[in-house]
């Protein structure tokens, strides 16, 4: 079954139509009409093989919304017309340590959306699709609240912050993002949701209006003189979504004697870290998206607090540009893809 999709040729190629293949739908599959599809930082470095070569032809894109079409005979948790997101993950092994205790994004058979290869062979093509047939278990249900556009960003950086958020935010402790980009405008929502009391690191003062308005209390730009210096031993806990490298130390000198920070920007180059930093004892931790279970807390969390990807919508003439904005900083705050215009021939 053929889909219109926009991808890419080569790591320099531009993003261009094209017809992909999706497979029929299985008995535990859904297929879905896609509505909206969101740029992440991801789908650029996959894009440009900043991660190491991809696999071309590439339709890339994990924050995918939209519409049920059909079930396959044994799904029992979707039925046509029922609102779904997909997010990276479209399969794994289902029994692993790691599946069994619902982390699927760690499972060595783990399948992502995009760039990956299914277990028929296939290379995975994501969600910049008019089409997208996809195994029960990795689908989820959408709140009626939460829009299919401003929602469907959360499927991929709405989970990459609120699982670590989750995992160490108690009402009331100092938390910093750094980086208020896509990841991050989510993360300073889900943290203040979560009660804790948040502040934003940016590379420029020019984001500081919307940092408050998001949820934050405080508002700090590494462009200014002094900002490490002032912000030492602050943060019970730091979340960093910067997608270049940045100076590690320096925030890790701004955690408390006992805090925590969690990278999980993927910047393509290493990092250099004076780990001395880190006694007194202080942790620094990696965290990947977050499982399928985690995936439907989040959406309902989300639309229970009113937590929404703040977006521009483009069509898929304009992805190549929308990506060089990505990289300069330019988005405010998600590029949302209208799937409706990635048919035109
Ligand atoms: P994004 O929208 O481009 O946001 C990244 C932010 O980094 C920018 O908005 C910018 O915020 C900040 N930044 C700091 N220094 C920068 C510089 N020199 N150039 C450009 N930006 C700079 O990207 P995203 O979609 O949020 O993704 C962020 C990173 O997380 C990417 O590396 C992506 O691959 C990764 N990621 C990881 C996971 C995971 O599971 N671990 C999941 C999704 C994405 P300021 O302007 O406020 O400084
Ligand atoms: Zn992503």
Known sequence: MLT???????????????????RETGPKDVLFDISYCGVCHSDIH???????????PLVVGHEITGIVREVGSQVTAFKPGDRVGVGCMVDSCGSCEYCA????????????????????????????????????????HMPDSLPLAEGAPLLCAGITTYSPLKRWVKPGMKVAV??????????????????????????????????????????????????????????????STVSSTEDYTSYINALNKTGVMVNVGMPAEPVDVYVRALSPRRTLQGSLIGGCAETQEMLDFCAEHGVRARIETI???????????VVHSQVRYRYVIDASTLGAR
């Open 315 to 325: 069509s898929g003439d304009e992805i190549t540009e929308a990506y060089d904005k």
């Open 46 to 56: 996959t894009a440009r093989s900043e991660w190491g070569p991809s696999r071309y």
């Open 101 to 140: 205790q619902g982390l699927e994004q760690f499972c060595d058979k783990g399948i992502f959306t995009y760039n990956s290869r299914d277990q028929f062979g296939q290379v995975t093509q994501g969600g910049y699709s008019q089409s997208i047939t996809v195994q029960e278990h990795f689908v989820f």
């Open 178 to 239: 750094v980086g208020l980009g896509g990841l991050g405008h989510v993360g300073v929502q889900i943290a203040a949701a979560m009660g804790a009391e948040v502040s934003v690191i940016s590379h420029t003062m020019s984001k500081q209006a919307d940092g408050l308005a998001l949820g934050a209390s405080a508002y700090y730009a590494t462009s200014e003189e002094g900002t490490f210096k002032r912000l030492a031993n602050q943060f019970d806990m730091i979340l």
């Open 4 to 22: 219109h999709a926009y991808g890419f040729a080569s790591a320099t190629s531009p993003c261009r139509p094209m017809d992909i293949e999706r």
